[in-house]
């Protein structure tokens, strides 16, 4: 069995309408989680885009929904002191009546660190301030007052390092999320996180998987090519493609065709150990798309 999320690209043109559509969308839909990317700028380049601020974002999603887990995917700790950021979280987390996942990373992009201030430190700078900042966010929870409704709240890590991204996953983490589709390189990439789970005394199985994917589908060919040149328009690196090689780029990583065929995709990768499959909506107007994953590939694969 496979479940279905929505992965949002704030950065990429999202606006409060688009927010909220969203936000209703996902739920009413029967989506299993709605996050989203905690950037300051567009990371395609495209610095004219819209990006509303993660957090607060977050805050409305606890108020706009009831039921759906939601969360950043990731907020990294190089933006906001971790105390800082364990008091956000439980905020939303209380505004949604224990509903949030906490997703936290190192920091990738250079860019948006330089141009608005940001320290941006080595890798293994960046890789010790998440390791120690997740420390500091256990304890502010511990001394929060109101606390998270939980207790604590559960973190959601990616990263693909087999010496300090992976045995922290398998330390801290509830779901480790691999940021593509690829089939040969999640197995390896499994078998190193499940044996740092055993090597200090934990189940593998206690840790969701989840894959991050960009996805183009539609009730026919005709369809799926109009929206492979729809995104052409939002993804720089496919400017220049007709809609066939649109399609053939993005079926590389992620998952391509019509509903039968997604759903058969998905199926074939959740056979590998993946749970939950969070797809990449850029086309953030294409309600109909959501519609469709929702009445045809959700029921398939559930």
């Avoid at 960046?126 to 500091?136: A, F, K, S």
């Avoid at 005394?201 to 729809?230: K, Y």
Wanted: proline share 4%; aromatic share 6%.
């Amino acid at each position: 069995m496979a479940k279905v999320g929505i992965m949002i690209e704030g950065q990429e043109g999202l606006s409060w309408d688009r927010w909220r559509l969203i936000c209703h969308d996902a739920e009413a839909l029967g989506f299993d989680s709605l996050r989203r990317s905690d950037h300051l700028f567009s990371v395609m380049g495209e610095l004219e885009r819209d990006c509303i601020e993660c957090w607060t974002s977050l805050a409305m999603a606890a108020e706009w929904t009831k039921t759906i887990e939601f969360g950043p995917m990731v907020s990294p700790l190089t933006f906001r002191p971790p105390a800082l950021l364990a008091r956000m979280a439980t905020a939303v987390d209380l505004l949604a009546g224990g509903r949030l996942i906490l997703g936290v990373g190192a920091g990738w992009y250079e860019r948006e660190h330089v141009e608005n201030g940001i320290p941006f430190l080595t890798m293994g700078g960046r890789m010790d301030l998440l390791e120690e900042g997740i420390n500091t966010i256990r304890a502010a929870w511990e001394k929060a007052n109101p606390k998270p409704p939980r207790g604590s709240i559960p973190l959601l890590m990616g990263g693909r390092g087999e010496k300090r991204a992976l045995p922290m996953v398998a330390r801290e983490a509830v779901e480790w999320n691999l940021s593509h589709m690829d089939g040969e390189e999640y197995v390896q990439k499994r078998k190193v996180l499940d044996a740092a789970c055993r090597a200090i005394g934990r189940d593998p199985s206690s840790i969701r998987h989840s894959v991050m994917a960009n996805f183009l589908i539609g009730r026919d060919r005709v369809e799926v090519r109009e929206r492979a040149l729809q995104l052409r328009e939002i993804i720089p690196s496919l400017k220049g493609m007709d809609a066939n090689e649109v399609i053939a780029k993005i079926g590389e990583r992620g998952l391509v065709g019509t509903a039968d065929e997604v759903a058969d995709q998905i199926i074939k990768y959740s056979k590998l150990g993946v749970d939950l499959f969070m797809l990449q909506h850029f086309l953030l107007d294409d309600r109909d798309a959501l519609k469709l994953l929702a009445s045809d590939v959700i029921p398939a694969v559930a």
